[in-house]
């Protein structure tokens, strides 16, 4: 967001759920402030506490990594070349390789986030 640049996501944990995107192309779409926002607002109402940004020790297969990097590669030809919408904007999915499942979670910009609605970021932030 601090450079503008759209940054794709992707990767693996507990060594067999793959993550796939989201995509985030600053203020066109839900940034990472909107996922949080909403992750935020989806357990408010319940007594969990959010654990961000903790590390935990858990390998990923390496197979996983590659389906999961050719995926996102494929939005990346799309967001550099302009051939098509990123697939994976506003969204990520969770493959789980033990069923080849895809779970998919959709999160639309935000309107009150104070990231991506004031079309620029603050270089303090
Ligand atoms: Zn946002």
Same mark, same amino acid.
Not at 1 to 20: D, E, Q, V
Not at 33 to 49: G, Q, V
Not at 71 to 87: C, E, F
Not at 106 to 125: A, F, G, H, M, R
């Given at each position: 967001?601090?450079?503008?640049?759209?940054?794709?996501?992707?990767?693996?944990?507990?060594?067999?759920?793959?993550?796939?995107?989201?995509?985030?192309?600053?203020? *066109?779409? #839900?940034?990472?402030?909107?996922?949080?926002?909403?992750?935020?607002?989806?357990?408010?109402?319940?007594?969990?506490?959010?654990?961000?940004?903790?590390?935990?020790?858990?390998? #990923?297969?390496?197979?996983?990594?590659?389906?999961? #990097?050719?995926? *996102?590669?494929?939005?990346?030809?799309?967001?550099?070349?302009?051939?098509?919408?990123?697939?994976?904007?506003?969204?990520k999915?969770?493959?789980?390789?033990?069923?080849?499942?895809?779970?998919w979670e959709?999160?639309?910009?935000?309107?009150?986030?104070?990231?991506?609605?004031?079309?620029?970021?603050?270089?303090?932030?």
């Open positions: 967001m601090k450079l503008n640049k759209p940054h794709i996501i992707g990767g693996g944990y507990t060594g067999h759920i793959g993550l796939i995107g989201p995509t985030i192309i600053p203020f *066109q779409g #839900a940034c990472w402030n909107c996922f949080e926002r909403k992750y935020k607002n989806d357990l408010k109402d319940h007594h969990f506490d959010i654990l961000l940004n903790t590390r935990k020790s858990s390998g #990923a297969v390496v197979f996983l990594s590659s389906i999961i #990097a050719n995926i *996102q590669a494929w939005d990346g030809v799309r967001v550099i070349t302009g051939i098509g919408s990123p697939l994976m904007l506003n969204r999915g969770f493959l789980d390789l033990d069923t080849l499942k895809i779970d959709i999160v639309s910009k935000d309107p009150n986030c104070e990231v991506c609605q004031t079309n620029s970021y603050d270089k303090n932030n």
